[in-house]
């Protein structure tokens, strides 16, 4: 992308997304939410199209796509599911698919990547602890060493894909304390397969919305994870996270315009056709002129994202600095998860009765923008925060 102009690469590829999702994924949608779960054929067909970790170096069988293109799947994706449960496979995969390509070691990409791209494998972030959420320096999860490689003890919690990694296989970055006297610089990144002795799954969480990935945890009791499973440096791991967050929050904005834009084309189709008093409601200046100020918010919330995107690609060149990007994303995660959930709101008022039933696909897209309001890569308060810090220094 230059000057905010998509490549003809980049839009002949939002195109077959959009096809693929307009044909495979939107006709599930429904069904996606009501059996809480993402049908295999869904999963296959994304890994066809190169969607599943695209962020992935082609050695290890990605796509090797920048973020811009990371970007646009993950709108396309959670404008065709607008519960964006499927965003949420897709968007921790290319992340931190991402992340683990940039910072893990030959043996183990070569080991684990090539599984995940095919949709055969999940791939997951684990740092959320019952008592340690968003300060990722807090956590209490540690990782000994002990011959060669490392002993895992502790607990991972709120952490999205648990039932799916027992399912299909995979793990989770994980990240632990092995120097816990050094506070967050004493952090480090494993990937944690789930099926190593010692890891065990906790309980499925029943959530409000997002039904089609489970959100669930782990206890780690003397989990033997091998060295070369440890991404990039020992006690660096707080600063490779904070790096993942950053690319992660980009594309959780991306899913939130996607289902917003969603939002508000199925709000338009209705206020055209609903009538009362004689004329469609949209005649009337109460919800037209709100219809008015809800896509401009969208328009602005998605400029904010795509400069985002832009700025994650042009910063592998060397043009701006961790600061500016840091900000960017959160800006972006923050306006854009505010921006989908007043959409949704309002669109399900001009909706009536009819907004507040199941029948109305409004209700599971309100749902599930709410868990990336609450959490996903950051709560609002805390995106304030890293704005407020990135500005005062």
Known sequence: MSNFSLTEEQILFRWAVRDFCKRNLAPNAKEIDEKREIPNDVIKGMAQLGLLALTVS???????????????????????????ATAVLYLV????????????TKRALEEVMPKIVKGESFLGIASTEPDAGSD??????????????????????YISGVKEAQKLGGGYITIAKTAPKLGHKGETLFYVPFDTPGIIPTAILENMGRMGI?????IAENAKI?????????????????????????????????TAKRAIDIGMDYIKQRKAFGKPIGKFQGIRFQLADDYTKLECARLLVYKACWMLDEFEKGRFTYHDLNKAAAMAKLYAGTTAFDIYKDVMLWHGAYGYTKECPLERGFRGVMSYIIGAEGAQNILKLIIGNELLG
């Open 214 to 218: 489970s959100s669930g945890g782990f």
């Open 226 to 258: 091998p060295d070369y499973y440890v991404i990039g440096e020992v006690n660096k791991g707080f600063y490779y996270a904070l790096d993942g967050f950053t690319h992660a929050r980009v594309l959780v904005a991306a899913a939130c315009i996607g």
């Open 136 to 157: 990722v320096a807090a956590l209490t999860t540690t990782a000994s060493k002990e011959g060669d490689g490392y002993l895992l003890n502790g607990e991972k919690s």
């Open 93 to 104: 995969e290319a992340a931190w698919g991402y992340i683990f390509n940039k910072y893990g």
């Open 58 to 84: 082609p050695k290890y069988g990605g796509a090797g796509a920048d973020f811009t293109m990371a970007t646009i799947a993950a709108e396309e994706l959670a404008y065709s599911d607008n519960s964006a």
